[in-house]
């Protein structure tokens, strides 16, 4: 199966710095979702991203489909930016191959 | 519009007792999951549901059962719980048809099992 892989594993930030974040994946994909878990735990939803760029805000995502990798970017980074982030993939079908297999994360540690 | 909502947010149990977990979800998706996640190993699939009275089996199924009697609601139960079965555990929808198939989550449930 397909499998994703995330660097760096960890990343420690000033506030307003910019950093970018790399999700490589072993097969294609018709989902490649962004996430953040922030420190609560909840997971909210940054891109769906199978292909392109797609922007909101300070955040930005590039998926280059062909290449097998995803980029998140973060711009001016601020303190509650901190947290992981997850990208998650699958390539296709439905029921269990719709199940999105998931990288470890990048944690982020940005410091006033 | 809610999206995903789960319940409980917070749970302990002794070791052998009962619980289920629910997710309503009111974005109309045929499709809802059930994950779990552990410290280190990411998100893994417990079961899955592919419309309104079917279920399946995920990765990790053992020691959970679940229904999903009403299109909007799947339910995870824990018959028999065990320590290994504290985790965070997540809901999740997405549609079936069509090019778009985001996944979208609940908040979360942690669960203590002592």
């Known amino acids: 199966g397909i499998q994703v892989e995330q660097s760096p594993p960890d990343l420690i930030l000033q506030e307003g710095a910019n950093s970018t974040l790399r999700c490589n994946f072993s097969?294609?994909?018709?989902?490649l979702q962004w996430f953040h878990q922030n420190p609560w735990g909840q997971l909210i939803n940054l891109f769906y991203?199978?292909?392109?760029?797609k922007q909101n805000g300070r955040l930005s995502a590039t998926t280059v489909a062909t290449e097998r990798y995803s980029l998140l970017y973060i711009s001016s980074s601020q303190t509650t930016d901190s947290g992981v982030y997850f990208c998650?993939?699958?390539?296709?079908?439905?029921?269990?191959?719709?199940?999105?297999?998931w990288g470890l994360g990048t944690s982020l540690a940005v410091n006033p | 519009n809610a999206g995903v909502t789960q319940t409980p947010k917070f749970r302990v149990l002794k070791t052998g007792q009962s619980m289920t977990l629910l997710c309503a979800q009111d974005?109309?998706?045929?499709?809802m999951y059930w994950y779990r996640q552990d410290p280190g190993m990411g998100l893994r699939l417990i079961h899955y549901s592919v419309g309104e009275g079917t279920t399946a089996k995920g990765e990790v199924p053992d020691g959970y059962n679940v229904s999903r009697l009403k299109k909007q609601n799947f339910l995870l139960g824990l018959e028999s719980a065990a320590p290994s079965q504290t985790s965070v555990y997540f809901c999740a929808s997405s549609y079936s048809r069509g090019l778009n198939t985001e996944a979208f989550f609940g908040q979360g449930t942690r669960l203590t099992v002592v």
């Open positions: 998650a993939a699958h390539h296709g079908g439905g029921g269990n191959n719709r199940k999105l297999i």
């Open positions: 974005m109309n998706h045929e499709y």
């Open positions: 991203i199978p292909s392109g760029t």
């Open positions: 097969d294609s994909v018709n989902n």
